[in-house]
């Protein structure tokens, strides 16, 4: 007998196919869906989703269960992009992935999937749920590698209480090795990178299709004018690459780093060296907060953070919340804190949930 109806987000990849696969194996009954999120072709006509649903039919075919498509581009349009457009207008740099999550995944995905009768949804997500008397914690993925909790913080426990994440509890090669057993051709496939709806495109390239170039100075702390860019937001706290300065007069050969962005005036402020001070930040500010739990918590409240995915857990201290925001002091200073990102909380492997950076100090 059928445990139940689950609809699956099935990508095309390799973890959304092991996911159907783990979970029509537990005796659920099993349905595939495609989110169909961008319109736009990339250069050369290919479209880029083609490619994948192909694989996720593929896939469908082999565990045998109905694999549907889902145009979700307007409500991806309308409720993400929009979004990312906005905060890169006004120089911030932001997370569409985190945004996805919410709006769409865990959202326009849901919603059509509980009216198709389904009892929950899953995707191939490293993260774990742990239900505790009736409570729901959004807990990190077994595999510390590839652990995608900190693009879940914009969960609630309505979402989280109609949700499931099988592979969680798997390291990514044994995830590989279960999709090249059951003989799916996205077992050796590659893990998308980047934001999906850049593809394989420079990012500056693509960004210029929606956000025109200004040029503007590139200026030391002191002032003094040392090259030229082509629009504050193009570039992000801490990068290096492409700034296109060198060989100053005066300068040390160590690498340049943005540590600085003035919008109204359209100039990017730089430092040399890995490690300047000028790009380290002990305090945050963030903003438009969501707690998992639906709670706050009492403050001072010691915890942990990241400021970006990739982030070790950093000790920090939350000393201030009021009206969906709160102020964060660390426990040592971080490096290139970026206002547009998110800042998510950690009780060890617990998400306590998170927010969008707006200030630093």
Same mark, same amino acid.
């Given at each position: 007998m059928s445990k139940g109806k689950i609809i699956v987000g099935v990508s095309g990849g390799v973890d959304s196919s092991v996911t !159907?696969?783990?979970l029509k194996e537990q005796g659920y009954e099993v349905e595939g869906l495609f989110m169909k999120n961008w319109e736009e072709q990339l250069p050369g006509g290919e479209c880029m989703w083609e490619a994948d649903v192909?694989?996720?039919?593929q896939v469908c075919d082999q565990l045998d269960i109905p694999l549907n498509t889902v145009d979700l581009a307007s409500d991806y349009w309308d409720r993400v992009f929009s979004n990312f457009l906005e905060e890169y207008k006004?120089?911030?740099t932001p997370n569409p992935d985190v945004l996805c999550n919410q709006e769409i995944k865990f959202s326009a995905f849901l919603s059509h999937a509980t009216d198709s009768g389904a009892e929950k949804i899953a995707t191939g997500h490293y993260a774990r749920i742990t239900e505790v008397n009736?409570?729901?914690?959004?807990?990190?993925?077994l595999d510390c590698n590839k652990d995608q909790s900190y693009f879940l913080c914009r969960l609630n426990q309505a979402q989280l =209480?109609?949700?499931?994440?099988?592979?969680?509890?798997?390291e990514k090669h044994e995830v590989r090795e279960l !999709?090249?057993?059951?003989?799916?051709?996205?077992h050796d496939k590659k893990d998308s990178t980047g934001i999906c709806f850049v593809g394989e495109r420079p990012f500056r390239e693509f960004l210029s299709r929606y956000l025109p170039e200004q040029a503007g100075e590139i200026q030391t702390p002191e002032g003094e004018v040392i090259g030229q860019h082509n629009g504050v937001f193009y570039y992000t706290l801490g990068q290096r690459q492409?700034?296109?300065?060198?060989?100053?007069?005066? !300068? =040390?050969?160590s690498p340049w780093y943005i540590y600085k962005k003035d919008i109204e005036n359209n100039i990017l402020f730089v430092v040399q060296g890995h490690?300047?001070?000028?790009?380290y930040s002990q305090k945050l500010t963030a903003t438009d907060i969501n707690w998992v739990s639906g709670a706050a918590p009492e403050t001072p409240f010691k915890c942990a953070a990241k400021t970006r995915y990739r982030q070790a857990d950093q000790a920090c201290t939350i000393t201030h919340i009021d009206n969906n925001s709160c102020s964060v002091t660390f426990d040592e200073a971080q490096r290139a804190v970026t206002p547009g990102q998110f800042v998510v909380f950690y009780d060890e492997d617990i998400c306590l949930g998170g927010g969008i950076i707006d200030s630093t100090s």
């Amino acid at each position: 007998m059928s445990k139940g109806k689950i609809i699956v987000g099935v990508s095309g990849g390799v973890d959304s196919s092991v996911t !159907a696969l783990l979970l029509k194996e537990q005796g659920y009954e099993v349905e595939g869906l495609f989110m169909k999120n961008w319109e736009e072709q990339l250069p050369g006509g290919e479209c880029m989703w083609e490619a994948d649903v192909e694989d996720a039919m593929q896939v469908c075919d082999q565990l045998d269960i109905p694999l549907n498509t889902v145009d979700l581009a307007s409500d991806y349009w309308d409720r993400v992009f929009s979004n990312f457009l906005e905060e890169y207008k006004s120089g911030r740099t932001p997370n569409p992935d985190v945004l996805c999550n919410q709006e769409i995944k865990f959202s326009a995905f849901l919603s059509h999937a509980t009216d198709s009768g389904a009892e929950k949804i899953a995707t191939g997500h490293y993260a774990r749920i742990t239900e505790v008397n009736g409570h729901y914690q959004l807990r990190k993925g077994l595999d510390c590698n590839k652990d995608q909790s900190y693009f879940l913080c914009r969960l609630n426990q309505a979402q989280l =209480s109609l949700s499931l994440f099988p592979i969680g509890e798997l390291e990514k090669h044994e995830v590989r090795e279960l !999709a090249k057993e059951a003989g799916f051709q996205t077992h050796d496939k590659k893990d998308s990178t980047g934001i999906c709806f850049v593809g394989e495109r420079p990012f500056r390239e693509f960004l210029s299709r929606y956000l025109p170039e200004q040029a503007g100075e590139i200026q030391t702390p002191e002032g003094e004018v040392i090259g030229q860019h082509n629009g504050v937001f193009y570039y992000t706290l801490g990068q290096r690459q492409g700034l296109g300065i060198g060989g100053i007069q005066g !300068a =040390s050969d160590s690498p340049w780093y943005i540590y600085k962005k003035d919008i109204e005036n359209n100039i990017l402020f730089v430092v040399q060296g890995h490690d300047h001070e000028l790009l380290y930040s002990q305090k945050l500010t963030a903003t438009d907060i969501n707690w998992v739990s639906g709670a706050a918590p009492e403050t001072p409240f010691k915890c942990a953070a990241k400021t970006r995915y990739r982030q070790a857990d950093q000790a920090c201290t939350i000393t201030h919340i009021d009206n969906n925001s709160c102020s964060v002091t660390f426990d040592e200073a971080q490096r290139a804190v970026t206002p547009g990102q998110f800042v998510v909380f950690y009780d060890e492997d617990i998400c306590l949930g998170g927010g969008i950076i707006d200030s630093t100090s």
